[in-house]
C-alpha cells in the first residue's frame, strides 16, 4: 500500500521530479505536498494580507552570499510577492532552479503565527515579483500558509525572512 501511495502522483500525470522537489520524511509529507502539485484548476482564497511594513536585519558577506544591507520592505511589495507565490501554488507551478514556491519547513523555528503547511518565495528588493531564474543573491523570502478545501487553494501570509548564518533563516520584523 505505501507503494501505490508513493506511485499515485506519478499515475496522475506528475513528474517524480516535481512531486520530490524536496526532502520527504513520509509517505503523509509526499501526499501533502501532492495536493500542492495538485492544485490546476483552484479558485485562489485570501484568508490573511499582509498588514505592515517588513525590515530585515543587514547581514554579512557568508561564504559566496552576501553581505546583504538592512532592507525595508512595504506592505505592497510583500503583498505582490505573496501574491505572485501563492497564484503559482493554486496553479500547481513552481519556477526557478529552486523551484519556488515550494514547502518551507520552519527548522529554524521562527514564530511565523502560521499553521503547518507553508511555502516560502523570493522576494526581490527591485519591486519585480520573482518569476525564475536563479536565487542565489535574493537573500529574503515571504512565507505563506496554504491549505486546500475543496476547489480552493486558502492561503495565509505569514511574514517575510531572511537568510542568515550559514542557510539558517533570521525573521524579519
Given amino acids: 500500500m505505501r507503494l501505490a501511495s508513493i506511485f499515485t502522483p506519478l499515475l496522475l500525470g506528475f513528474s517524480a521530479t516535481s ?6 520524511e513520509n509517505v503523509n509529507d509526499l501526499q501533502e505536498r501532492t495536493l500542492v502539485l495538485d492544485t490546476r484548476g483552484l479558485n485562489l482564497k485570501v484568508k490573511e ?8 536585519p543587514y547581514r554579512q558577506r557568508v561564504g559566496n552570499f552576501g553581505p546583504y544591507d538592512r ?22 507551478k513552481q519556477v526557478g ?11 529554524e523555528k521562527l514564530p511565523f503565527k502560521c499553521g503547518r503547511n507553508k511555502m516560502e518565495f523570493p522576494i526581490s528588493t527591485d519591486n519585480k515579483v520573482y518569476n525564475g531564474g536563479p536565487a542565489d543573491n535574493i537573500p529574503d523570502r515571504v512565507v505563506f500558509e496554504y491549505q486546500k478545501k475543496k476547489k480552493d487553494f486558502i492561503v495565509k501570509y505569514c511574514g ?5 548564518p550559514g542557510r539558517d533563516f533570521l525573521k524579519c520584523d
Fill in 49 to 56: 494580507e499582509p498588514k505592515k511594513d517588513a525590515t530585515c
Fill in 19 to 24: 512531486v520530490l522537489a524536496g526532502p520527504v
Fill in 160 to 164: 517575510v525572512m531572511r537568510h542568515g
Fill in 97 to 107: 532552479a529552486n523551484r519556488y514556491p515550494h514547502d518551507f519547513n520552519n527548522g
Fill in 71 to 92: 532592507h525595508k520592505y512595504t506592505k505592497n511589495q510583500i503583498k505582490a510577492a505573496f501574491l505572485g507565490g501563492a497564484k503559482l501554488a493554486a496553479d500547481g
